[in-house]
């Protein structure tokens, strides 16, 4: 009886040591690198990196007023019902398409266009189980706020009746 005893404290003890948490998988770790470049009044280029090459992501932009009203995570369970209704419009014309059709593997550039000058907005980046269709770890956000409309005051057209010719001057006036 000593002996199974001693035997079972031994597994008790091996199997306590063996069950430490990963190090990768901390959900307050970063799990995305979202770069913002090219910033105009209307445009900017996003690029999101997993952490984790393997892992599917999903990825989109945000005005912060929206974002402001509900959580990250809400708002990533939205942009989920979205791709789960886009699928389901597309099955319902014979076409099957999967979650991962949606989403981003390692790397992903997009040149987001048809933004509102000086609004600010937020990126989310979010891991996705293709097989439950849930978010996976932590939403990550990056803010970003869209330049002004840059004027001229040395704007000139011209035009004329002949050659097509106006000329146009700002004035000093506003």
């Keep these: 009886m000593k002996k ?3 035997y079972v404290a031994a597994m008790a003890m091996f199997a306590m ?3 430490s ?3 990768g998988k901390d959900p307050d770790q970063n799990q995305f690198n979202i770069a913002i470049e090219n910033i105009t009044y209307q445009s900017a280029d996003v690029t999101v990196t997993a952490a984790d090459s393997n892992s599917y992501f ?3 932009l945000v005005e912060a007023t929206k974002l402001a009203k509900v959580t990250n995570d ?3 369970n939205e942009l989920i019902v979205y791709i789960q209704e886009t699928m389901d419009f597309y099955k319902e014309l014979g076409m099957e398409l999967f979650y991962t059709d949606f989403l981003s593997l390692g790397k992903e550039v997009y040149a987001f266009d048809g933004l509102d000058e000086e609004t600010e907005y937020v990126v989310l980046a979010f891991q996705i189980d293709t ?3 849930k978010v ?8 970003f706020t869209t330049t002004k409309f840059a004027t001229t005051s040395n704007l000139s057209l011209t035009f004329s009746k ?4 106006l000329t146009i001057t700002p004035s000093k006036n506003g």
């Excluded at 996976?136 to 803010?143: D, I, L, R």
């Design 136 to 143: 996976s770890g932590k939403v990550e956000t990056k803010n």
């Design 162 to 165: 002949d050659k097509g010719v």
């Design 131 to 133: 097989i439950a269709g």
């Design 21 to 23: 948490c990963d190090p």
């Design 4 to 6: 199974v005893f001693l």
């Design 74 to 76: 809400s708002m990533a």
């Design 17 to 19: 040591g063996a069950t």
């Design 58 to 60: 999903y990825f989109d």
